[in-house]
């Protein structure tokens, strides 16, 4: 009776969520001797897990790849490619130009990013490349300097979906923005539960769209969540938690990627140390929660 009144209790604190937890794998610490590296806030894979690109909050980009054991679990990471994202004139991004939060892969080639700052979605043929605008929709202009498009994601379709890390109060859902023909609208929201803020977002090959959330405690460091939704049209459905990392099991992710192996469904994430020394980059990963 007490662990039935207690599941009932947590399924009211968080909203009538559905609970499916998925299994931890390892905590990869990534190091490199550049001065250029760290603020990762982004990071996006291919299908097998192991191409990658990853963004940094000062519009530094890496590209390469993740070495895995024959377990699967990542051993060391190989970097090809690094560089400095560029703006329309083809000149470095500035401070204020340069806070990518978010990443996802266009239909054909290339990607596109979100910033902070000033707020906007860019697309990038390839990381050396000048970027090509998107149209703003005008609610981007009055989002807080610090806390806009943290979130950035892509159907099969191409449609780009992008979400603003905070909602502006602790009642109000977080808007999803979404670009399709052309035209940004707002279709649905993703409902917010408790002090978790936006941190990262993908569609992964299941066609859903996955919110990877921080919450942040001063004693204890950083507390991650993501939830799980199924888009149907202008709605989002079956709201379902995947995971929850208790404060100080991880360290500040922000960037997450959905592939698939042979096993099923896998989730990487990635942290942002803010280039600072008390802090980590770490690639996590995690199996997630066999499809219904």
Do not use: C
């Not at 603020?39 to 291919?46: A, E, P, V, Y």
């Not at 605008?133 to 498009?149: A, E, I, M, T, V």
């Not at 204890?220 to 100080?248: C, H, P, Q, W, Y």
């Not at 960037?255 to 600072?276: E, H, K, P, Y």
């Amino acid at each position: 009776m007490r662990a039935r009144f207690t599941f009932a209790l947590v399924l009211a604190l968080l909203g009538q969520a559905a609970l499916a937890q998925s299994e931890y794998l390892q905590t990869f610490v990534w190091r490199m001797d550049d001065d250029t590296f760290g603020g990762l806030s982004s990071m996006k894979l291919n299908s097998n897990g192991l191409v990658f690109t990853t963004l940094s909050d000062r519009g530094q980009g890496f590209e390469g790849s993740f070495v895995r054991d024959e377990n699967g679990k990542i051993s060391a990471v190989s970097v090809t490619n690094s560089a400095r994202l560029k703006g329309v004139r083809d000149k470095y991004l500035n401070h204020f130009r340069s806070d990518v939060e978010g990443i996802t892969a266009a239909p054909k080639v290339g990607f596109y990013a979100s910033f902070e700052g000033w707020h906007r979605v860019w697309y990038y043929r390839k990381l050396t490349a000048k970027p090509v605008q998107l149209s703003r929709h005008s609610d981007f202009r009055d989002l807080q300097p610090n806390s806009s498009l943290e979130a950035l994601a892509s159907d099969a379709r191409g449609t780009i979906y992008t979400i603003p890390e905070r909602s502006g109060k602790t009642d109000r859902p977080f808007p999803v923005y979404r670009f399709k023909a052309g035209k940004w609208d707002i279709p649905f929201s993703v409902p917010r539960r408790g002090r978790f803020l936006i941190a990262g977002a993908d569609i992964g090959p299941d066609g859903r769209l996955y919110v990877l959330e921080r919450d942040f405690w001063v004693l204890g460091g950083f507390s991650s969540r993501v939830r799980r939704f199924e888009i149907k049209g202008d709605t989002l459905e079956n709201e379902t938690e995947v995971m929850r990392s208790f404060a100080g099991k991880h360290d500040n992710l922000e960037g997450i990627s959905v592939w698939r192996d042979a096993t099923g469904l896998r989730m990487t994430l990635v942290s942002d140390d803010n280039f600072s020394r008390l802090q980590r980059t770490e690639i996590v990963e995690y199996r997630l929660p066999l499809e219904p």
